[in-house]
């Protein structure tokens, strides 16, 4: 029998790998199976070839941006009375690191520190921790018996009575009062309203430790008119507080060591002189 050359050998060999008349010799099932594998060969051919083409766009970009970088130090070098813009430290606003960005935003939050700097001077001036006031005469001590209101009208009641109320955990009545009769003194309106608003954060806003005991409707009517306070937006909370003092720690003040103490002591001063 003939043997086939080499050419015709490398003919047949062609001829018969071809996808094409494997699918003509093979059943229809297995034809269309061949053809799905040779659909997915390509299929993840070009899957890999994007996968290539998006490497070699992120590597564009980042050599891009290390180009923008570098024009960027260039830019703050070159220019004294922008310098440090392109060196950003840790009070950088975004990560936008192209010459652009002059991060404006750092001059808006300097300017919303400005006042809230004020905010806080005003709570050191707040509420002073004791009242300045004369030594009471025995005369005067024994008047706060007569009324709630001839206790409230000295400051050497007020630091009497507060001293009582700090032992029942109960000064924040007292403190909030003072604080209500300090603002009704303001007549400046940015003042009038940083004030109530820290009145009513220390003393109003539930989740204060210091929140005093006010019904519903006073609440109400106070976070209506917190968008626009005076210094009367907290009358109704300042009287209401009044009468509980009035009405719940004023008698046990007058009965209380505190009181029988300073009198007793003031006496004794008075007859030795």
Same mark, same amino acid.
């Given at each position: 029998m003939p043997r086939l050359s080499q050419d015709n050998q490398e003919c047949l060999q062609k001829h018969f790998s071809s996808p094409s008349m494997w699918k003509q010799c093979l059943p229809l099932p297995r034809a269309e199976g061949n053809n799905a594998n040779i659909h997915q060969t390509t299929r993840k051919e070009e899957s890999s070839k994007a996968v290539c083409d998006i490497k070699l766009m992120g590597s564009e970009r980042i050599e891009m941006r290390k180009r923008q970088m570098s024009a960027a130090l260039e830019t703050s070098?070159?220019?004294?009375?922008?310098?440090?813009?392109?060196?950003?430290?840790?009070?950088?606003?975004?990560?936008c690191w192209c010459c652009c960005c002059s991060c404006s935003c750092l001059t808006v939050r300097n300017q919303e520190q400005t006042p809230r700097t004020a905010s806080h001077e005003l709570r050191r001036d707040d509420t002073p921790n004791h009242e300045e006031s004369t030594t009471p005469t025995p005369e005067e001590v024994s008047s706060w018996a007569q009324s709630f209101d001839k206790l409230m009208l000295t400051p050497a009641g007020r630091n009497a009575f507060r001293e009582f109320l700090r032992t029942e955990f109960?000064?924040?009545?007292?403190?909030?009062?003072?604080?209500?009769?300090?603002?009704?003194?303001? $007549?400046?309106?940015? %003042?009038?309203?940083?004030?109530? *608003?820290?009145? @009513?954060?220390?003393?109003?806003?539930?989740?204060?430790? =210091?929140?005093?005991?006010?019904?519903?409707?006073?609440?109400?009517?106070?976070?209506?008119?917190?968008?626009?306070?005076?210094?009367?937006?907290?009358?109704? $909370?300042?009287?209401? %507080?009044?009468?509980?003092?009035? *009405?719940?720690? @004023?008698?046990?003040?007058?009965?209380?060591?505190?009181? =029988?103490?300073?009198?007793?002591?003031?006496?004794?001063?008075?007859?030795?002189?």
């Amino acid at each position: 029998m003939p043997r086939l050359s080499q050419d015709n050998q490398e003919c047949l060999q062609k001829h018969f790998s071809s996808p094409s008349m494997w699918k003509q010799c093979l059943p229809l099932p297995r034809a269309e199976g061949n053809n799905a594998n040779i659909h997915q060969t390509t299929r993840k051919e070009e899957s890999s070839k994007a996968v290539c083409d998006i490497k070699l766009m992120g590597s564009e970009r980042i050599e891009m941006r290390k180009r923008q970088m570098s024009a960027a130090l260039e830019t703050s070098d070159s220019l004294p009375g922008q310098h440090g813009m392109g060196n950003r430290g840790s009070n950088a606003c975004c990560f936008c690191w192209c010459c652009c960005c002059s991060c404006s935003c750092l001059t808006v939050r300097n300017q919303e520190q400005t006042p809230r700097t004020a905010s806080h001077e005003l709570r050191r001036d707040d509420t002073p921790n004791h009242e300045e006031s004369t030594t009471p005469t025995p005369e005067e001590v024994s008047s706060w018996a007569q009324s709630f209101d001839k206790l409230m009208l000295t400051p050497a009641g007020r630091n009497a009575f507060r001293e009582f109320l700090r032992t029942e955990f109960s000064e924040e009545n007292m403190l909030f009062w003072m604080a209500c009769e300090e603002l009704k003194k303001e $007549a400046n309106k940015s %003042i009038i309203e940083e004030k109530a *608003r820290i009145i @009513y954060e220390d003393y109003i806003s539930i989740l204060s430790p =210091k929140e005093v005991s006010l019904d519903s409707r006073v609440r109400e009517v106070i976070n209506k008119n917190m968008v626009q306070p005076s210094q009367h937006i907290f009358d109704d $909370a300042q009287l209401q %507080i009044y009468t509980l003092m009035h *009405r719940d720690s @004023y008698p046990r003040f007058m009965n209380s060591a505190v009181y =029988k103490d300073l009198l007793q002591s003031l006496s004794e001063k008075s007859a030795e002189a």
